[in-house]
């Protein structure tokens, strides 16, 4: 008589392929999710793609209608002389 381990019955019964792919897309965006988007603009919106308006140093950056006017105004804000959020994975346009 053969002996059958328990966990190789399970593993060998339960495999579905739509699961695990759901699982590994799933585990990429957790990192994604956590990234922040910066917007940066200049004093005009001509030939913008990302921002709306113009940039403005009591905007916080974090949306496409509230850009700050420079890089400087980001980090001064979300840098090390600000509450240092800026992490790997964020994006600044």
């Known amino acids: 008589m053969r002996r059958q381990n328990l966990f190789s019955n399970v593993i060998a019964t339960s495999f579905n392929p739509k699961i695990w792919v759901l699982l590994v897309a799933f585990l990429f965006t957790i990192n994604d999710s956590r990234a922040t988007n910066y917007y940066i603009n200049d ?51």
Do not use: E
């Not at 974090?62 to 090390?80: D, Q």
């Open 43 to 93: 004093n005009t919106t001509t030939n913008d793609v990302y921002c709306s308006t113009v940039g403005n140093a009591v905007n916080d950056g974090l949306s496409t209608s509230t850009p700050v006017p420079s890089i400087t105004a980001i980090l001064n804000l979300y840098g090390p002389a600000g509450n240092n959020t800026i992490a790997p994975g964020d994006t600044f346009f």
